[in-house]
């Protein structure tokens, strides 16, 4: 804006977690491309954990405004170190216990990790009392390891066609491959995921727009199998943590 030129040089973490960024946008563009889709259709979530609040406004200074975090006691202090208003789209991606629902609201995430009906039902409730409507998304447990998080797809069937929630909107999937999947079966399993996605919309009837998969390892696939959203982290700090 009107900023007098700086004395000092570019900060070297700003300009590598820039130059991370672009890599990462123009390669999710291009397999956004390979698979024939609009360049809009695919949203990058900058995921923040592994990073301070000062790290982190660089990457929103790159260009990134969808910023995720696993866990809400964090996300809402980073939101408030940040305190950068409309600027950030707040996501949370990993589970939500349902006392720390009330506070995480307020900043209007879009929630990528209801992984049961009871935290489902809590930000319902929630959500009402606040006045709200919280967009969320159900998470899939995909290796169909009942020691791993996320819903089985009885139980996902059972919530999208459940009864009307004035406090939530579930407009799609989020699906996690487990960690050090080979790449050929996270592709499948991610294609699975949009399969289950497309029986379950013409079973309810509810649209189900938004697949979140895609990590800085896979995100390739996931794209190529439908993702609207890759949840990337580690490739945007490379050389920075
Ligand atoms: C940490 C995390 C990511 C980002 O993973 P990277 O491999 O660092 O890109 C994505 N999704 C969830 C749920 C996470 O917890």
Not at 148 to 173: E, F, I, N
Not at 186 to 210: H, I, K, M, N, T
Request: charged share 20%; with cysteine.
């Amino acid at each position: 804006m009107n900023d007098l030129p700086s004395a000092h040089p570019p900060d070297p973490v700003a300009q590598r977690i820039q130059l991370n960024w672009q890599q990462v946008r123009d390669q999710v563009r291009s397999a956004t491309a390979a698979a024939g889709r609009p360049p809009d259709s695919v949203r990058i979530v900058g995921v923040s954990k592994y990073v301070d609040a000062q790290t982190t406004a660089w990457l929103v200074e790159a260009g990134c405004h969808d910023l995720g975090e696993s866990r809400p006691q964090l996300l809402w202090k980073k939101a408030d170190e940040m305190a950068r208003g409309d600027a950030i789209r707040w996501h949370m991606i990993g589970h939500v216990q349902t006392n720390k629902i009330r506070r995480l609201l307020a900043y209007q995430p879009l929630i990528h990790s209801v992984d049961s009906q009871r935290v489902l039902q809590a930000i319902d409730t929630e959500a009402q009392q606040q006045g709200r409507v919280i967009d969320v998304l159900l998470e899939v447990n995909i290796s169909g390891d009942p020691t791993k998080t996320g819903l089985s797809p009885d139980q996902l069937k059972q919530l999208v066609a459940g009864a009307d929630r004035p406090g939530v909107r579930v407009a799609g999937l989020m699906a996690m491959a487990g960690w050090g999947t080979e790449q050929a079966e996270a592709a499948e399993q991610f294609q699975a995921v949009a399969r289950l996605r497309d029986e379950l919309q013409s079973a309810s009837g509810v649209p189900l727009p938004e697949l979140s998969m895609g990590m800085s390892g896979d995100y390739q696939a996931a794209i190529a199998a439908g993702a609207t959203f890759v949840r990337i982290g580690s490739a945007l700090f490379e050389g920075v943590r």
